[in-house]
């Protein structure tokens, strides 16, 4: 296989009790998910596992070694609750060390606010030898240990270190996908996915009907690397509706 | 342990590229956490997988043997992307059949709605041995297998199966909570938080800051199966708050 065309892969593991619980309803597998398509990167699977540090280990033990790249959120705060980064280091069986560059920029940020406690140095601490994610918000760094991104949990700072990540990963072709809308039941045009998705080996389709306006109605999302089978596929499927006597919505309902 | 405290727990697994891509955002996750918290179930992990019968079988088989039970969102319709029922009957090692009863229900549903064609017929396939859940939405029953319940995809669908099996597993004393907020840096009362759970052992603490209002905040989520002890919790954890000079926030900002 060309270098072009291999597909680089990633795994996300979402660490919290909160989430488990019902309490908190996640935002970052869709945000992790939507930059990693941009990054050219196949999100692969997402684990949510609870506080606990057998449950974290296993995964990241598990999903490390078969995906390019491994990315957490939540558990990197100050608190008592906060043992991803412990956790992580077990899996690793490499000690946690107070990182000099991290503590220098909490040392700069607490400066004004109050000073650098015992429970901010905590969000110091890294798996030894690894290196930091920078974080324009509050401060405390995610972190990056081989092929592991350690990050917030909160969304919107999530949302910074993904960005201060962006470009930096290495990835393949990004999956390029065009949404076709038709109000139809998905089992009425069964027939017609199958065969165009067949016919057109380079592509995949996707079926997510819906119930909406006392209509039903389903939105086709065609995926491929190649802009030209993409663009392809789709034609083929409008005009495949057509001939069923469906009118197509080009990118979806 | 009395059989009263025995803990109960379940996973989920929520299949489907459009979770992975980030097209859509999950809603399953909350919703299932949320209605097993009142069944008396603890959600122990979640995985989000593609539409990949590998992947399927081994999250099937890793989970239904180490949970009480196993819940499964995704990839029971009509379309050639539908191949949950035949993934899961792989893990077990059990034929896929047509189960009278869907087939049944489906053929009284598509009556009115154009006949029962091969693509919706596939909605009545099985693993041989199941038991149905009630749709009263699409017909398309959900599945029971052993400890595995195989459920719709679409979160209005899904909230109506659960709602089907609501009551009828067994559970434990339900996991109770008490939120309590404060306008404070959670690094600020972190010692606080870790002696207050420390010296409640029964109880968990979890904490989730947060940046609003130009002020910076954060919640407290204490959880217990024991009432008595919950409130204990609470109550000191909110005079440990005063005792900082921070006002208690009850029910949470």
């Not at 089992?187 to 009907?209: D, F, M, N």
């Not at 819906?210 to 802009?227: D, H, L, P, Q, Y």
Request: net charge negative; hydrophobic share 40%; charged share 20%.
């Amino acid at each position: 296989m060309a270098e072009s065309s291999r597909i680089y892969t990633a795994a996300l593991i979402v660490i919290g009790d909160e989430i488990l619980s019902g309490r908190t309803h996640d935002k970052n597998i869709a945000q992790v998910a939507s930059w990693l398509q941009v990054q050219g990167i196949r999100l692969k699977e997402v684990r949510v596992v609870a506080d606990d540090t057998p449950a974290i280990v296993e995964a990241v033990n598990n999903l490390r070694v078969r995906n390019d790249y491994l990315f957490t959120t939540g558990g990197i705060g100050p608190t008592h609750d906060d043992i991803t980064v412990d956790a992580i280091a077990e899996a690793l069986q490499v000690p946690v060390v107070v990182h000099p560059e991290a503590r220098a920029i909490l040392e700069t940020y607490y400066d004004t606010r109050g000073g650098l406690t015992e429970a901010r140095l905590r969000m110091a601490r890294t798996p030894q030898g690894a290196s930091l994610i920078p974080n324009r918000y509050t401060g405390a760094p995610g972190i990056r240990y081989d092929n592991i991104f350690i990050m917030a949990g909160v969304p919107s700072i999530t949302a910074g270190m993904l960005d201060a990540l962006s470009g930096e990963l290495e990835g393949g072709a990004p999956l390029l996908s065009e949404t076709v809308g038709c109000w139809v039941g998905e089992s009425e045009v069964a027939e017609l996915l199958r065969q165009t998705e067949k016919s057109h080996e380079t592509c995949q389709i996707g079926s997510y009907p819906f119930w909406g306006e006392g209509r039903t109605g389903a939105n086709f999302v065609i995926r491929s690397v190649s802009a030209q089978d993409l663009a392809a596929c789709t034609r083929a499927l409008v005009l495949g509706l057509e001939a069923l006597g469906k009118a197509a919505v080009p990118g979806g309902i």
